[in-house]
């Protein structure tokens, strides 16, 4: 059956491969990003499939209601939202240097913007037989190994592993999970990382699709990794 997946962050990167593969799929794709004709551009590549484009900037609280209304006037409800956009702004920076400006825009886009556009797509979600979350998170936000370095980047994703925790626990009609798709080869994580962007959709692809999965946990390659 076919599901109505949102999906943020979805011009570039894993977020477009996600787009891609759930398209081919069959499925009806939201495809959003902040920038409206690097968007569109993107878009037009999966112009043989069931995929709409509206612009979502997850800096500005504003965009993100106004994301929302327009998709009201498309849609009853959703089935999956995938919270996969992320930006990475400090990798020159530790504990100790990390200006507040930086830490606030990352938290903003990586955390703040995901749980305002979870708790506006709510009511949508829960319309939904089998609703669904994907987090892409990073094991570079594990507690259980954490290490130095990105310390803005490993906050906002050990933070967003607690949004899947709590939101799992508070509602149990939906599955929310966190993914970490291993180090993959995108802007972020650079040419030399070990993964094509098609393996690091895949878990994300199966969290959003596969008839069984369990809820409140954190995957990679479709196994339960420690938080
Ligand atoms: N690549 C890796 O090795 C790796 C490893 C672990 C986890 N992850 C996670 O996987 C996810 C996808 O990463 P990626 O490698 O595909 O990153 P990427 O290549 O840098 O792509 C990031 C995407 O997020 C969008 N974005 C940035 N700021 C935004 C904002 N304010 N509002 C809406 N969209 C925004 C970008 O849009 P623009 O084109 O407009 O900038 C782009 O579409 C992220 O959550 C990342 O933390 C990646």
Request: net charge neutral; hydrophobic share 40%; aromatic share 8%.
């Amino acid at each position: 059956m076919s599901k109505r997946i949102v999906i943020t962050g979805s011009n570039r990167g894993i977020g477009f491969e996600i787009a891609r593969q759930l398209a081919v799929l069959g499925h009806e794709i939201i495809f959003t990003a902040r920038n409206t004709s690097k968007g569109l551009e993107a878009e037009k590549q999966l112009a043989d499939y069931d995929v709409h484009f509206f612009q979502l900037d997850l800096e500005e609280p504003e965009s993100i209601e106004t994301f929302v209304h327009a998709l009201g006037r498309h849609a009853d409800h959703v089935d999956v939202l995938i919270n996969n956009a992320a930006i990475l702004k400090d990798s020159d920076y530790h504990l100790r240097n990390l200006p507040m400006e930086v830490l606030d825009r990352m938290l903003q886009v990586n955390l703040k913007g995901p749980i305002l556009l979870t708790q506006l797509l709510l009511p949508y979600l829960l319309k939904s037989i089998d609703p669904r979350i994907v987090n892409l998170s990073s094991g570079m936000g594990a507690l259980s190994s954490m290490g130095g370095g990105y310390p803005a980047y490993r906050i906002s994703k050990t933070a967003l592993n607690s949004f899947t925790a709590i939101l799992a626990s508070e509602q149990p009609k939906i599955k929310v999970n966190s993914v970490c798709p291993g180090w993959v080869r995108t802007d972020m994580g650079g040419a030399n990382a070990s993964r094509s962007v098609e393996r690091g959709a895949e878990t994300a692809v199966w969290l959003a699709t596969e008839p069984a999965i369990s809820t409140g946990k954190f995957f990679r390659d479709k196994r339960v990794i420690d938080w």
